[in-house]
């Protein structure tokens, strides 16, 4: 049985919510490179539906990237090649409607965006128009396919080091730019990418001394996931860091609830009290009113003669 809400506990409830949004007003982009500016850290979590993406909008962070994750951590997939663009529209469609505050980030899903700058454009619009995205994020070092979008009227975030969506060519999800003349390549990617025009860049499962180097660089604002913490601010899989998704553990992640072990023991408790007849209760039913039974009785009655 639940435990009864005191109103004076709801109402303060709400207006700790109510100043935590105060906090975080809308993000527009000049207001990231000014946090870049004072080091203020920004933060970014994935959001995948209507109460995930509430539940960003109340805690008060900075960005929400309705990822290509979900590929993985909501579709059930073996890696974020697999969902498709129709997919993360849905899914970018249902976060949006959950969010006014914290700036929406698209994420264009593998094969969208590859073949052409036409292509690209396209996806990037639709994601856009259609579900309402504020900007869109691709991963690689593909200076002139961000500049083509930012050219069209859209804002790119780039993504580079690890990039979930070609992890067999760079041999698993394995930490990136290690030596010295790899981590050289992906700070010049790095400023490839901001000169194209990115308004941010994703830095992830890169060393911390290497991102320390790309964030003093680089005049736009570095998020990180696995890259230390000196970015301008970190990212994390929202399914990850509540517990919900537990196939595999990245290092960088730190789980700040368990939230699929209280989903596992509450759909057990249910089904034990099913199974023993102690739900429903009476307090879970509703009831006719007497002389109407009594009636529908009479009624059944008389079509039984």
Same mark, same amino acid.
């Given at each position: 049985?639940?435990?009864?809400?005191?109103?004076?506990?709801?109402?303060?409830?709400?207006?700790?919510?109510?100043?935590?949004?105060?906090?975080?007003? %809308?993000?527009?982009?000049?207001?990231?490179?000014?946090? &870049?500016?004072?080091?203020?850290?920004?933060?970014?979590?994935?959001?995948?539906?209507?109460? $995930?993406?509430?539940?960003?909008?109340?805690?008060?962070?900075?960005?929400?990237?309705?990822?290509?994750?979900?590929?993985?951590?909501?579709?059930?997939?073996? %890696?974020?090649?697999?969902?498709?663009?129709?997919?993360?529209?849905?899914?970018?469609?249902?976060?949006?409607?959950?969010?006014?505050?914290?700036?929406?980030?698209?994420?264009?899903?593998?094969?969208?965006?590859?073949?052409?700058?036409?292509?690209?454009?396209? $996806?990037?619009?639709?994601?856009?128009?259609?579900?309402?995205?504020?900007?869109?994020?691709?991963?690689?070092?593909?200076? *002139?396919?961000?500049?083509?979008?930012?050219?069209?009227?859209?804002?790119?975030?780039?993504?580079?080091?690890?990039?979930?969506?070609?992890?067999?060519? #760079?041999?698993?999800?394995? %930490?990136?730019?290690?030596?010295?003349?790899?981590?050289?390549?992906?700070?010049?990617?790095?400023?490839?990418?901001?000169?194209?025009?990115?308004?941010?860049?994703?830095?992830?499962?890169?060393?911390?001394?290497? $991102? %320390?180097?790309?964030?003093?660089?680089?005049?736009?604002?570095?998020?990180?996931?696995?890259?230390?913490?000196?970015? *301008?601010?970190?990212?994390?899989? #929202?399914?990850? #860091? #509540?517990?919900?998704?537990?196939?595999?553990?990245?290092?960088?992640? &730190?789980?700040?609830?368990?939230?699929?072990?209280?989903?596992?023991?509450?759909? $057990?408790?249910?089904?034990?009290?099913?199974?023993?007849?102690?739900?429903?209760?009476?307090?879970?039913?509703?009831?006719?009113?007497?002389?109407?039974?009594?009636?529908?009785?009479?009624?059944?009655?008389?079509?039984?003669?």
């Amino acid at each position: 049985m639940s435990t009864p809400r005191n109103p004076g506990e709801e109402r303060g409830q709400t207006r700790a919510r109510t100043q935590i949004q105060a906090q975080s007003p %809308t993000v527009s982009l000049p207001r990231l490179a000014e946090m &870049k500016r004072r080091r203020e850290p920004i933060v970014m979590v994935t959001a995948y539906d209507w109460p $995930s993406a509430q539940v960003a909008q109340e805690a008060g962070v900075d960005l929400v990237l309705a990822g290509d994750t979900a590929a993985m951590t909501v579709l059930g997939y073996p %890696t974020t090649a697999q969902v498709t663009l129709e997919e993360m529209l849905v899914l970018t469609k249902a976060v949006r409607r959950g969010l006014s505050g914290p700036r929406l980030i698209g994420d264009l899903p593998f094969g969208s965006y590859e073949r052409s700058h036409q292509q690209a454009i396209a $996806s990037a619009l639709r994601l856009v128009k259609e579900a309402g995205a504020d900007a869109v994020k691709f991963e690689g070092p593909v200076p *002139d396919r961000a500049r083509a979008i930012v050219d069209a009227g859209i804002p790119v975030m780039g993504h580079l080091g690890l990039t979930p969506q070609t992890t067999t060519a #760079l041999g698993g999800f394995r %930490t990136q730019a290690r030596d010295a003349h790899a981590a050289r390549k992906l700070f010049d990617d790095a400023i490839a990418l901001e000169q194209a025009g990115c308004f941010a860049l994703v830095l992830e499962a890169v060393p911390a001394e290497v $991102s %320390t180097l790309v964030t003093e660089r680089l005049q736009i604002p570095t998020i990180g996931i696995g890259a230390g913490a000196d970015t *301008d601010g970190q990212v994390l899989v #929202l399914n990850d #860091l #509540l517990g919900i998704f537990d196939q595999f553990t990245p290092r960088f992640v &730190k789980r700040y609830a368990e939230i699929r072990q209280e989903m596992l023991a509450a759909v $057990s408790a249910f089904a034990e009290d099913v199974r023993s007849r102690r739900f429903p209760t009476d307090a879970h039913s509703y009831a006719m009113k007497p002389d109407e039974l009594a009636r529908l009785r009479t009624l059944l009655e008389a079509d039984a003669a």
